[in-house]
């Protein structure tokens, strides 16, 4: 682990212990792939484990149903959604089985050029899912987004460009799943008032960013702030993001002005 990575969990830690787990808790989480390396991977015990740790305390809903769960549900629920960015194929074969164990439906945000394909990243060499792998996970009750169709940046291409993509991607995935497609994730995060603009104009009624955070009443649901889930961390760490320990420790980052990621 990482000096860095280090120091953020003894903070975490020492943030839980001083204020506690909290009830009320409203969380995304974002992974990217199950079974390969850190920081987008992580084991799959480690996950197995996480997912444990969430079923006991945490109604997990998928990310079109949070608007509601969070305005109607009873007061002090606490309430997460798991989210995978990018469409690995390991999200398929690794992490889907241990989601149905726990019963927790998952939102899975595709980039739809990539389905079927091995393509070259940042992170590697990696396996996407195939359209057949994506129908069956929408067909088990998990929720199917969009991540654009090329995982560009939206922020820096031509408006008709920017919204090609984020209305493209949703019109082939709700011709492959015969259902509305609500939900959105902004690729590397990246978004503006006209990006924000675009995927409200596409008619998505969800879209989460990678801001850390949890979420609140008060939320924008077209920017929603996600607990990325590092490869690294540890599972004390981990209960420690399941609780205000986030926001108290968002708070510290901006008022030191750290840029820690
Ligand atoms: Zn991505």
Redesign the pocket.
Known sequence: MQLKDRLREILYLFLYALIGPGEGVQVILLY?SVGTAAPYGISPEVFEAQMGLLAERFTVVRLSDLPLAVQAGPPGSNIAVVTF??GCLDNYEVALPILERFGIKATF?V?TDFLGKRIRTVKGERAFMDVDQVRELFQLGHEIGS?TAH?VKLTQLPPAVAQQEVEGSKKFLEDLLQAPVCSF?Y??GLYSPSVRRLVAGAGYKVAVTTEPGLVSRRSDWLTLPRVWVRGSLSLPAFRARLSPATNAYGLWRRLTEKRMP
């Open positions: 990217h960015d990018d945000f980039v991540h995982h994730a690729p590397k």
